[in-house]
């Protein structure tokens, strides 16, 4: 087992519009990416690479699905890293990257809801090291709509499974609720590193 699971039990029932059984349900998703990812890679170690084909071979079919576990895993300790119970205030440092990017902190929400109301994956706001500048990309599955060159700073989980227990189709109610429990801090600190 190379990938772990890291622990957010912390969040559970104690964030702002999003219950308890959400979380614990979101929790469990997340769990199975990991343990996906740990089983390809397993796998892969012994997979015939003759058996490799367009149409179908388990080698090819591995590879296929790879960055789906990684970056469900992944994507998701992103997502519950960047919740807390304690919202805090947004670092100075973040708020004056966020202006220089969208011109102001207010269009930034803007533009985060706008892209996340039209994707059923993910929404990240990065780093970019194309133009040091703080973008909104849109992903859809898990695996697909990154951008080269970025650095992950905020992400925001737009699958269905992220609300529908507390939203049902209210996808911006959702949006909101997110909105309350992001950790600043912790975005913060990704831009800083
Ligand atoms: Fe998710």
Redesign the pocket.
């Known amino acids: 087992m190379i990938h772990q699971q890291k622990d957010f039990t912390h969040l559970v029932g104690k964030l702002q519009g999003l219950s308890a059984t959400q979380i614990e349900a979101?929790l469990g998703?997340?769990a199975g990416y990991v343990k996906k990812l740990n089983e390809i890679e397993e796998k892969l170690t012994k997979a015939d690479r003759a058996q490799t084909n367009y149409s179908y071979g388990e080698y090819s079919e591995l590879k296929r699905r790879e960055a789906v576990a990684l970056n469900g895993a992944y994507l998701?300790q992103l997502?519950f890293e960047n919740l807390t119970a304690k919202p805090g205030k947004m670092p100075s440092a973040l708020e004056k990257a966020l202006i220089d990017s969208f011109g102001s902190v207010d269009f930034y929400f803007k533009d985060l809801k706008a892209a996340a109301s039209a994707t059923p994956g993910w929404i990240v706001t990065t780093y970019s090291k194309v133009d040091g500048k703080l973008h909104n990309y849109m992903m859809f599955e898990h695996h697909i709509g990154l951008p080269v060159h970025q650095d992950v700073i905020l992400a925001l989980?737009c699958?269905e499974?992220?609300f529908m227990i507390d939203y049902g189709t209210k996808k911006p109610d959702y949006l909101e609720a997110f909105l309350k429990n992001v950790d600043w801090k912790v975005v913060g600190e990704r831009l800083a590193a």
């Open positions: 979101h998703l997340y998701h997502y989980d699958w499974h992220a």
